[in-house]
């Protein structure tokens, strides 16, 4: 019994080509795009986390809240975003503390 040997595929046309991949999102240029309005715009995301999840907590303790998973979900959304905000901020002080040690 032999194997026939796998040969090289040199025409991916006649495969029928290949399936198109997905644009890339492009970086925002000019003076409204960029890393500060990232910046901001994720901070007001976590602002608007808090203020929902202050809200169902004050219906949780007035005993408007029926389901109280929902603020159970907000409150821990909550927690791991600012928890991820601070460990980003922490790795920013960082690397600028690293970048005003170097040597010019």
């Not at 644009?23 to 925002?28: E, G, K």
Given at each position: ?104
């Amino acid at each position: 019994m032999s194997i026939a040997p796998i040969g090289s595929v040199t025409d991916v046309a006649a495969l029928g080509g290949l399936p198109a991949l997905p644009a890339l999102p492009t970086a925002p240029t000019g003076v409204d795009g960029g890393f500060g309005s990232m910046l901001t715009s994720g901070l007001e995301r976590l602002e608007g986390m808090h203020d929902a999840s202050d809200r169902l907590a004050v219906q949780a303790a007035t005993g408007d809240l029926t389901d109280i998973h929902d603020y159970m979900i907000a409150s821990t959304e909550t927690s791991v975003a600012t928890e991820l905000t601070v460990a980003v901020r922490n790795k920013a002080v960082e690397a600028f503390t690293e970048i005003m040690r170097m040597q010019v």
